[in-house]
């Protein structure tokens, strides 16, 4: 297996100007911008190396209801194949996202630069999670390279839209309504986001996003007894969740470990707030969205059940409390055993690379969800070189050793599965 670490030595400098090339396309979500440009730049690679490579775009028709924030723009999943020695095998399909999060504020750096300082590569996607898709194309050069036989198929997937979530998506989740990713077609499916190169995705927690509308009565502003202020009763609610809910979500955690280390609790956060319309109108309305993360050991009816308690014991305070509640997404926990055999590979190989390897469970959700709950596909891990610490921060970077790193470790752990 030395070849195998060799060649990917080898390509050090092709990959790291892969992810400059990557970072430097801005596919940022909402609403989808760029993702021609990366779909055309994605296939080119694949087609050099000699896959089988086909763009499965979603049919415009179905656009609103799988890409809701995307403004009608095309959404385009890319699948190459790429077969070894003989077919007779195991199939593996790599899985990685190309969309990123909005900018945001605070960069001392170029977002879109890809600069390499110190060792460090900047840009918004350089941990989450063009690293990942860079790893999965050269961690398969470098075992095709090494000279080592191999059997089965790898399958390249690169896909929008994972950082809008939502039950259904335009991609991994489509990829598997369409079959591509199916039980019965694949054996083994590693997601390559970033959990750092010692560490093993074994799930994430459940998740309720959803929206909290208080409705009161508009009235004059000098005379406000005359009406019923929806922003004051939402700060009463918000005032009962924190008395009667959050001490009982800060005392649940989880023996698991969980990336980022400090999101071992249960959590509730309520993320924007808008309420009436222009001073001196008594507000008849006052909306919240939340943002509730569950551990394994909860379900979502329980986590709904909890926020309706509150909910009534509002409305016992105060008869005049009247809202509208809906949720807009919402997913069970994953969580798969340690001893799936690609776990199982994974470890030993995190081990002879003489790092500790470590299982984690990752505070957010992820595609994860599609292949284990909804393809039924349970030999399925996360594994990819950047820090889940720096997605969605201000000058996101990823360690140039990491991505090496992680790329022999990709490398290793097909061949181990594929030889």
Request: aromatic share 6%; net charge negative; glycine share 10%.
């Amino acid at each position: 297996m030395r070849e195998i670490v060799a060649q990917v030595d080898l390509l050090k400098e092709e990959i790291v100007q892969t992810l400059q090339d990557m970072v430097r396309i801005p596919t940022i979500n909402p609403p989808g911008e760029k993702y021609g440009v990366f779909k055309d730049y994605f296939e080119n690679h694949l087609d050099k190396l000699g896959y089988e490579t086909e763009i499965l775009e979603v049919p415009e028709e179905k656009l609103s209801e799988l890409a809701p924030l995307g403004c009608g723009l095309p959404r385009y999943n890319i699948v190459g194949r790429l077969s070894g020695t003989s077919k007779n095998g195991k199939c593996i399909c790599l899985n990685g996202h190309y969309d990123v999060v909005p900018v945001g504020n605070g960069w001392t750096k170029d977002p879109f630069g890809g600069e390499v300082i110190d060792g460090k590569l900047y840009g918004r996607g350089a941990s989450d999670m063009k690293s990942g898709l860079v790893t999965q194309i050269f961690a398969v050069e470098a075992l095709r390279r090494s000279g080592l036989q191999w059997n089965g198929e790898i399958i390249q997937t690169a896909v929008p839209d994972e950082e809008t979530v939502g039950n259904r998506n335009a991609g991994t989740g489509y990829l598997v309504e369409q079959g591509i990713i199916s039980k019965d077609k694949v054996d083994t499916v590693i997601i390559t986001e970033p959990f750092e190169p010692n560490g093993i995705g074994i799930g994430h927690k459940g998740a309720i996003w959803g929206e909290i509308t208080v409705l009161g009565k508009q009235a004059h502003g000098s005379q406000p007894s005359r009406g019923i202020n929806a922003v004051e009763m939402m700060a009463e609610f918000l005032h009962l969740v924190n008395v009667h809910l959050q001490p009982k979500l800060q005392q649940r955690t989880t023996d698991l470990n969980v990336t980022p280390d400090e999101s071992i609790y249960s959590t509730l956060s309520f993320d924007t707030i808008k309420g009436g319309e222009t001073t001196n109108i008594v507000p008849d309305k006052c909306n919240v969205t939340f943002n509730r993360r569950l551990l394994p050991v909860e379900t979502i009816e329980g986590a709904r059940a909890e926020i309706q308690a509150i909910l009534n014991l509002m409305k016992e305070k105060d008869q005049r409390f009247r809202y509208e509640y809906r949720e807009f997404y919402t997913t069970e926990h994953v969580l798969v055993p340690e001893r799936i055999p690609v776990a199982e590979v994974a470890k030993e190989v995190i081990t002879d690379l003489g790092m500790s390897p470590k299982f984690l469970i990752t505070a957010g959700s992820d595609d994860q969800r599609f292949v284990v709950n909804n393809a039924g596909i349970e030999n399925c891990i996360i594994y990819g070189p950047g820090k889940t610490s720096e997605a969605h921060q201000a000058d996101e970077h990823i360690d140039i050793e990491d991505l090496i790193l992680g790329t022999k470790a990709l490398a290793l752990m097909l061949y181990k599965m594929l030889a």
